[in-house]
């Protein structure tokens, strides 16, 4: 399986910023770190122009850390669930201060800063620091479940996700990197979730799903909720006005006064300053200080 995919890989990876050499050589573990904060939960080509937008402002930790926790949730705009850019904020804070300002390719180091799982952290000690370990998102899990299990999704995450791409890893360290990046481009733009591309996959002829007719086998994975009427799209209407503030506080009461339904209005002006993505004091809001 590695051969036919990493071959496949080279001739059809998508073109995008952080696989370019020039992109490693100017902002290194930095560049890849927050590369994938935006990826998580977020399409490629809404990741491009923020991820540009923000190593232009800030190309290294320090330079992020040198600011407020506010530029970094103004900066993130509407790339949803922005909490990423508070732990980013306090990841670099924690990088400056514990490792120099340089981002460390260690997993275990990587897993102690603030906001970084399992796959952040392995993903930047592989593709920033060409070291070898299994890397696992969903898109490998799927060609993974399909291509040896044929089933047509993946269970929830676990350790036995990173036990069977292990199994699957070439012994060289730059090989190792370019076949976790074939499988997550592999499930990405072929092996999809819906849609998935049979004819042009380099594994389909021992792909354990296909040669069993594409079965629906189930789908045990927590279904997204709802955004339009959720509190998640309150959330985003609250931090929006407080962006767009040209005064750094806002009246509360001038926070969505037309929200169609004002308690969830309240719980999210409430969530988000459980959070630390606002601030509330004598009847104003802002974003963190």
Same mark, same amino acid.
């Given at each position: 399986m590695p051969g036919a995919v990493m071959a496949w890989y080279r001739e059809n990876a998508r073109d995008l910023p952080w696989r370019r050499p020039e992109f490693a050589d100017r902002y290194g573990g930095w560049g890849v770190?927050?590369?994938?904060?935006?990826?998580?939960?977020?399409?490629?080509?809404?990741?491009?122009?923020?991820?540009?937008?923000?190593l232009a402002r800030w190309p290294t930790p320090t330079s992020l850390a040198a600011d407020a926790p506010a530029d970094a949730v103004r900066q993130w705009a509407n790339l949803g669930y922005p909490r990423r850019a508070l732990w980013l904020h306090r990841a670099a804070l924690e990088i400056r201060d514990r490792?120099?300002?340089?981002?460390?390719?260690?997993?275990?180091?990587?897993?102690?800063?603030?906001?970084i799982g399992d796959y952040t952290a392995r993903a930047v000690a592989v593709f920033a620091y060409g070291e070898r370990h299994p890397v696992v998102d969903t898109n490998t899990r799927r060609v993974i479940v399909r291509a040896i299990d044929g089933r047509s999704q993946p269970d929830p995450p676990s350790r036995r996700d990173l036990d069977a791409m292990?199994?699957?890893?070439? =012994?060289?360290?730059?090989?190792?990197a370019l076949f976790n990046a074939a499988m997550?481009?592999?499930?990405?733009?072929?092996?999809?979730a819906r849609s998935p591309l049979c004819d042009a996959c380099p594994i389909a002829h021992i792909c354990a799903w296909r040669l069993a007719g594409r079965p629906d086998t189930g789908d045990t994975r927590r279904k997204q909720a709802r955004y339009e009427g959720s509190d998640r799209q309150a959330r985003g209407a609250v931090l929006k006005t407080l962006r767009a503030a040209?005064?750094?506080?806002?009246?509360?009461?001038?926070?969505?006064?037309?929200?169609?339904?004002?308690?969830?209005?309240?719980? =999210?002006?409430?969530?988000?300053? =459980?959070?630390?993505? =606002?601030?509330?004091?004598?009847?104003f809001l802002r974003l963190p200080a």
């Open positions: 770190l927050v590369s994938e904060f935006m990826l998580q939960q977020t399409p490629v080509t809404r990741v491009i122009p923020h991820l540009e937008a923000w490792h120099g300002g340089v981002v460390p390719r260690d997993v275990d180091a990587l897993l102690a800063l603030t906001g292990e199994s699957l890893l070439p =012994a060289g360290d730059a090989e190792s997550m481009e592999l499930g990405a733009t072929v092996c999809t040209t005064s750094r506080s806002v009246p509360i009461e001038a926070v969505l006064p037309d929200w169609p339904d004002p308690l969830q209005r309240d719980r =999210a002006i409430d969530s988000l300053v =459980a959070d630390g993505l =606002a601030e509330a004091s004598g009847g």
